[in-house]
């Protein structure tokens, strides 16, 4: 039944392995999955540094045990309103790849909630009308029980991002 | 990483390369040079030996040769010539290339580089020579007959202790020619003070052989520079008349020669190697990171300490900040490296411009000693490459100009370095024509780097020719002219946080300045709040501190220039170029920050003060912010931005411009 999937090139998110372990996490009450390979840590919410000049998606930089790490709010990447942190909020800190090099970043979270195992079979693309935000910036979405998980194309939001820097998006 | 033999090897066979190249370079002064003679034959000799121990067999046959040939002028039978220290320089090129890439299609090439050596020796011995020398792998030696060679064979005491079988070697002679070996037990001591660790005996060995002496002397390859060796060669009832001729025929019958520790090692190894420990860099880079981390947490624990007021706890971190200091300072010198090591790489560049130029050119060089931070050393390489060739294909005249100008045909070019504070100021002086104003402009306004009749100061002008695509050359030669390269030279330096500055009088010379911050991973700044957040400002470029008072502010407001004693001084409130949003103090400071000869005012907020700064690169992420350097975590655990003074003058000055354009 999921021969299509099969054929289809290389995927980041479902290896050779038909489940991935997945940290769910909330923003702005849609539920987000990161593969849990890549989190490296979650933190409280920390007195972030705001960075003038820099892209509005990442615009701030946080101490993570000594070394400076951007800090980014895929929410404005998505196009999805900014909020105020609560007392749920945290930092996903994760590991990306920039323009080829390994790099931490914070990413901001409303609610982080459990790991738990997503099914490939579960999947399915992007439907490519009816979404509301940019469709090359999510992977898939994964049914689970009444809801949608969203979970994000990194690769394509931080090259991108990474683009639109290049161009000089700064104040 | 370097626990790898093979990266150990090519590590060390850079070091024998560099070392082999500047007594190449000082015999080419001085071709009666005895010590650089000895100096270029001891690298050959190591290079050979560890090229053979670890695998690389081409390298070691072709090598050999050099050696071959450089033993002979060492023993005074051919002299020093220019023609082969030139072949041996080219030989050392070809070596490079065998280590690099061993395998046989390297053949040719020797084949040829042997010739030419070969020639270079003295063509007299060339018709017999010229094939077999460069397709042998063993040494043209005695081929005529046996001989008999005397041996006194002395290894150090604690030769056992360190790995060596006396017994192996011998058995190895043996396997050399016929043996007849003595044991010498003069130096035995009496069985009390005998330590059973120790090597007490020494030997004596007749050797009947038909190889080479050299040959002997490889058996011993491993131990022979701890241990005395002599090698004498006894009377023959055939002493082969008219042996080849090429040096390698038997010596007369009484030539005694010491191959002692002490003669062959009297600069390297011996006591300095024992004292020296090599560390790959990115260990360096860890510790440094540790030390940085210790830092901070040490100035989080000083203010605890003050805020808790507990005296003990006071000394106890008080005691913790000196270490940490000294600490740091003590890392900070392990990555000091000198200077020296950076220049000489340019002697080979420049002897190979001056041939390929046609120009007689001197390179002098000054403050060798001078220490710079390793990374620095490293990044400072390309743009020192650029500005030498710059020199010498647009500054230095060809010898007939020079000579019609009433200067000496040689031309100098300097490379010189002096430590000034915190930086090091490395500068590359040539005695050529000196930059030619009009051209640079002209040049600049047909490239449309500059206005037609812009007003421009001296330094702006000679500024535009580390601006991209700028070239004067008529003609692109190899060297430079294609417009590339100097631009290079302004990015490098910039992102070093360093600056240039060029002086040139026309027809007398020009001369480049670089200075540098010594050192890349911690800084001296100021703290300084702008807004919530704060900032570091490197404190190398502040030049001082005012304030701005808020009737000031208002009245400057749409020109933003303050007056500092009779010059107009552009200054930018970075709580609006940082968008802060948030109300102006009503005691604003201004700190007056410079680039060599460009000022400009930052309003801040408040200057909280001196601040020592741990630099933490920022990811690619914030590649566009690009008004900061790097990023810093202070004592609370908060981070603050480091201002990057180059690109915030560079805005000071545009708005500036904007400014005249308007008035």
Redo the contacts between chains.
């Keep these: 039944m999921t021969s299509v999937l099969e054929t289809s090139r290389p995927d980041p998110i479902w290896p050779e392995a038909q489940q991935i372990e997945a940290l769910l996490f909330e923003l702005n009450r849609e539920t987000f999955a990161l593969n849990a390979k890549v989190v490296q840590e979650i933190l409280d919410v920390?007195?972030?540094?705001?960075?003038?000049?820099?892209?509005s998606f990442?615009n701030s930089?946080?101490?993570f045990r000594?070394?400076?790490?951007?800090l980014?709010d895929i929410r404005i990447a998505f196009g999805m309103e900014p909020r105020e942190s609560s007392i749920d909020s945290r930092f996903i800190v994760i590991e990306v790849d920039?323009?080829g090099?390994a790099?931490?970043?914070g990413v901001k979270a409303d609610k982080v909630h459990e790991v738990t195992a997503l099914s490939r079979t579960d999947s399915e693309p992007t439907p490519s009308v009816g979404m509301r935000w940019r469709q090359d910036y999510i992977h898939c979405l994964v049914k689970r029980g009444s809801e949608f998980i969203i979970i994000p194309n990194l690769q394509a939001i931080?090259a991108h991002?990474?683009r639109l820097?290049?161009n000089?998006?700064?104040? | 990483m370097m626990n790898d033999p093979i990266q150990v090897f090519r590590t060390e066979a850079s070091e024998l390369f560099e070392q082999i190249e500047s007594g190449l370079l000082d015999l080419l002064h001085d071709l009666s040079d005895r010590d650089q003679i000895d100096a270029v034959f001891r690298g050959l000799h190591t290079l050979k030996g560890s090229g053979a121990m670890f695998g690389f067999e081409g390298l070691a046959s072709f090598t050999h040769h050099c050696e071959t040939a450089f033993d002979q002028v060492r023993k005074g039978e051919v002299p020093a010539t220019e023609a082969l220290v030139s072949a041996i320089l080219n030989a050392q090129d070809h070596m490079k290339a065998l280590i690099e890439s061993p395998g046989p299609h390297h053949d040719a090439q020797s084949e040829r580089l042997l010739l030419t050596l070969n020639a270079a020796l003295g063509g007299s011995s060339s018709a017999s020579a010229d094939g077999q020398i460069a397709i042998e792998g063993k040494a043209p030696s005695t081929k005529t007959g046996s001989t008999t060679w005397r041996l006194k064979i002395r290894l150090p005491k604690n030769a056992m202790a360190n790995g060596t079988n006396p017994l192996g070697l011998l058995n190895e002679l043996r396997g050399v020619g016929e043996c007849e070996i003595t044991a010498d037990r003069t130096s035995f001591p009496d069985f009390l003070n005998l330590s059973p660790l120790d090597l007490h005996l020494a030997w004596d060995v007749t050797l009947t052989t038909e190889r080479s002496r050299s040959e002997i002397e490889d058996v011993f390859m491993f131990v022979i520079d701890d241990m005395q060796l002599e090698i004498q060669e006894l009377p023959m009832r055939s002493v082969p008349a008219g042996a080849v001729g090429d040096g390698s025929a038997p010596r007369p019958p009484q030539s005694v020669e010491t191959v002692a520790a002490g003669k062959l090692t009297d600069t390297k190894s011996g006591s300095k190697a024992g004292d020296n420990v090599k560390v790959p860099a990115e260990r360096l880079d860890e510790l440094m990171?540790r030390v940085?981390?210790l830092v901070?947490a040490q100035s989080r624990l000083s203010q605890l300490a003050a805020s808790i007021g507990n005296g003990q706890l006071r000394d106890v971190s008080e005691d913790v900040d000196r270490l940490s200091g000294e600490l740091r300072d003590t890392m900070m010198v392990l990555r000091m490296v000198p200077v020296g090591s950076l220049f000489s790489r340019f002697r080979r560049l420049v002897h190979d411009l001056s041939r390929e130029t046609g120009k007689t050119i001197e390179l002098q060089t000054d403050g060798e000693s001078t220490e710079v931070d390793k990374t620095v050393i490293e990044r400072l390489a390309d743009p020192l490459v650029h500005l030498v060739r710059n020199a010498i294909d647009h500054g230095l005249e060809g010898p007939e100009e020079r000579l019609r100008n009433g200067k000496s045909s040689t031309g100098i070019v300097s490379l010189s370095a002096t430590q000034a504070g915190g930086e090091v100021v490395i500068s590359i002086k040539d005695d050529g024509r000196g930059i030619n104003r009009e051209r640079v402009r002209a040049k600049g306004e047909a490239a449309g780097l500059v206005q037609p009749g812009a007003v421009m100061s001296d330094q702006e002008l000679l500024q535009l020719i580390f601006k991209p695509g700028f070239s004067t050359a008529e003609k692109i030669t190899n060297l430079s002219g294609r417009g590339v390269g100097m631009d290079v030279v302004r990015r490098t330096i910039d992102e070093l946080r360093g600056t240039i500055d060029i002086r040139s009088e026309f027809g007398v010379g020009s001369e480049v300045n670089l200075r540098i911050p010594l050192t890349l991973a911690i800084i001296d700044g100021l703290l300084v709040r702008v807004g919530d957040?704060r900032y570091v400002i490197p404190l190398s470029a502040v030049e001082e501190c005012l304030e701005l008072s808020l009737e000031e502010d208002i009245r400057s407001r749409g020109r933003s220039f303050i007056s500092l004693r009779d010059s107009l001084v552009p200054f930018l409130r970075l709580r609006d170029?940082?968008?802060t949003g948030t109300e102006p103090e009503l005691h604003q400071k201004c700190v007056i920050v410079s680039t060599g000869n460009e000022r400009v005012g930052l309003v801040v907020d408040q200057i909280i003060g001196d601040h020592q700064t741990v630099i933490?690169?920022?990811?690619?992420?914030?590649?566009?912010?690009?008004?900061?350097s790097?990023?810093?975590?202070l004592g609370d655990?908060?981070?603050?931005?480091i201002m990057d003074v180059n690109q915030l003058v560079l805005r000071g000055q545009s708005k500036e411009a904007l400014m005249r354009a308007a008035v």
């Design positions: 920390m007195p972030e540094t705001r960075v003038p000049g820099s892209p990442v930089v946080i101490n000594g070394k400076v790490i951007p980014a920039v323009s090099e790099t931490l970043v931080f991002e990474e820097s290049g000089g998006i700064s104040d | 990171d940085g981390e901070i957040s170029l940082f968008a933490k690169s920022m990811s690619k992420l914030h590649s566009t912010a690009d008004m900061f790097g990023a810093t975590i655990g908060g981070v603050a931005l």
